[in-house]
C-alpha cells in the first residue's frame, strides 16, 4: 500500500495499537443507566484535569458545543461570537435550529474576539432587543489557522461577562494544542469558563467523541438535553477507554505536531507559489496559493505524491499536523513541495 499523507484535518487519525488494547479491555455498562464505569472514569478524569465540577461524554464536538448553547440561552438571547467561529460557521445552523437564539458576529483577529468588543456588542436591557446572554470563545481558533488566545485576554472577557451577567462558553476542540504551545495550565481555563468543550478526536487521537465540562447542575442539564438531542449511549465505555488512553499518553506529543507545522511552513514560504502564510502558532497551516498555481492545483499535485491537503477557499490551502504525520513523512512533503 503507498503512503498515505493526510494533512487534510486532524480528525483522520486511526487508534494506536495501545490505544485499541485500552478500548479493547475496557470495562463497560449501559451509560444511559449511568452504569458505564469508563465513560464515568472519563468524565472525572477530564472534569479534574481542568478543575471543574462535572463532565459529559457526547459523540462529537457539534453536540458539546450546542448542548452549552442551548442549556446556556432561552430562544430569541443573542450569542456573541467571533465570525470565524465554528459554532456559526460548521454547525450546520445549529445556533438557530436548536435553541432558537439569535448570533452578533464580531469581526476578531484571527478568529480571537477582544474584551472591548465583547463589551460594545452587549445589548442594553430594551424589549427590542435580543437578550445578550452567552459569550462563545474558541481556542485554538480553526478558522484562525491555529491562533491561540492570551490568557489576561480571556480575563478580561471574564468579568465583562460577570459584570453584565452573560455566561462564557469555551470551544476547545484544539485546547489541548493552546495549553501546550503556551504551556498554560488546564485549571486556569477552568476557573474561567462556565463551559468548556473538548475534543478527544482531533490532536489526541480517539476515533470518537467529545466532553463537556461544567459545574454539577449545568451538567445536569447537559445530560437532559444530550438525551433530547439523540446523543444517550448505551456501551460506550470502549469509546470513553480510548479518550482515557489519551489524555494520559498524547497530550505532550502535540508539541511535535507544532514543530512540523513550522518545519512545512518555512519551507512552503521559499515558494513563488505562496503568498500569505497565517502565523503558525499550533499545528495548522493555513496558506494563501497564488501566481502559477491555484490550490485545487497545488491539492492535485500533491495527491499524485500520495500528499492529502485541503483547499479551503479559492484562494486558500490548509494542511494539518496530527498524531499520523511522522517525522519520515514530514520530511517526504517537504521533499515534495520543493520538487513543485
Ligand atoms: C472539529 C471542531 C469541532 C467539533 O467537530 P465535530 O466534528 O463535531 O467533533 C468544534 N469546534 C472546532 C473549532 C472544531 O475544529
Redesign the pocket.
Known sequence: MPLNIDFRSD?VTRPTPAMLEAMFTAKVGDDVFGEDPSIIALEQKAAQLFGMEAGLFCP????T?QIAIKVHTQPGDEVICDALS??YL??GGGIAFNSSASVRLLQGNRGRITAQQVLSAINPTDIHKPQSTLVSL?NT??RGGGSCYQVDEIEAIKNICEAHQLKLHL?G??LFNALVATKEKPTTYGLLFDSI?I?L??GLGTPVG?VLLGTQSFIQKAKRVRKVFGGGMRQAGYLAAAGIYALDHHINRLAQDHAHAKLIAECLQKKDFVGEIMPVETNIIIFEVKGRLTPMQFAELMEKQHIKVMPISPTQVRMVLHLDIHPSMVQLTIDAINDL
Open positions: 480528525t462529537s464536538g457539534t453536540m458545543n465554528h459554532i460548521y454547525e474558541e481558533s480553526n470551544d476542540a484544539r468543550s475534543c478526536s482531533k467529545s
